[in-house]
């Protein structure tokens, strides 16, 4: 079955720009994670949606934000970017959500210059 | 702060097993023990997870000290594939409030 997928691999933006990332998660999958990951704070959760609801969040500024379509896609919003949020954001999915046999995709590495 | 505490490094010789070990003292009865690897560049990977008992799977046996205050996650024959960092998370499987937090894990280097 086919995996994570997440859309774009590659971005780069302006700091004071927006930007929108994309996950489609494994076919029948409901729950979808995001994560930030950089190399001095390693991977941090952003949150999580199930069913199209957040379920639970980081603590990460109102900046970034999320939403889950009814097909269980989902999409992660930063913005006014900053440089600070340079980093690799991964998307995990998983059937019924937590950690069992989350699958991540390979995830968006997003450069603020 | 991360609940789990793993050495920073390790070397295992390629064939050899490969045991990693994780402090999570203050693990809560509701808690289970998981196991994530991260090839570079690549997203994390699941593992295994487990409870109290010892589990096994294709990949890897998890082995929880009864006192479920450690764990160690053992790769029987690693192969140079092996090599990434290896992280180690305590989460309740039910709890919808929990914060999920990350250490830093052990970057594992299997050598030839």
């Known amino acids: 079955k086919a995996g994570v997928t997440q859309t774009p691999r590659y971005l780069i933006k302006t700091r004071g720009q927006q930007v929108t990332l994309s996950c489609s998660p494994i076919s029948g999958h409901r729950s979808v994670s995001w994560y930030q990951q950089t190399p001095g704070q390693g991977l941090q959760f952003l949150f999580e949606y199930f069913s199209e609801t957040q379920r639970n969040k980081g603590n990460f500024p109102g900046r970034f934000s999320g939403r889950q379509f009814s097909n269980s896609r989902s999409e992660m919003n930063v913005s006014t970017l900053e440089l600070g949020d340079s980093a690799l954001y991964l998307c995990a999915s998983s059937l019924r959500g937590r950690y069992t046999e989350a699958f991540f995709g390979q995830g968006t590495r997003l450069t603020v210059v | 702060d991360a609940k789990t505490t793993q050495p920073p490094s390790m070397d295992c010789a390629e064939g050899r097993a490969a045991n990693l070990p994780c402090n999570h003292s203050?693990?809560?009865?509701?808690?289970?023990v998981y196991w994530y690897r991260q090839i570079h560049s690549q997203g994390p990977q699941y593992i295994i997870h487990g409870l109290k008992n010892n589990e096994t799977n294709e990949m890897a046996s998890l082995i929880i000290t009864e006192d479920r205050k450690s764990s160690t996650l053992i790769l029987p024959h690693a192969t140079l594939r092996d090599t990434a960092v290896y992280y180690c998370i305590v989460l309740p499987l039910m709890d919808s409030n929990y914060q999920l937090i990350w250490g830093a894990g052990t970057k594992l280097i299997i050598k030839p």
């Open positions: 203050t693990i809560s009865g509701n808690e289970y």
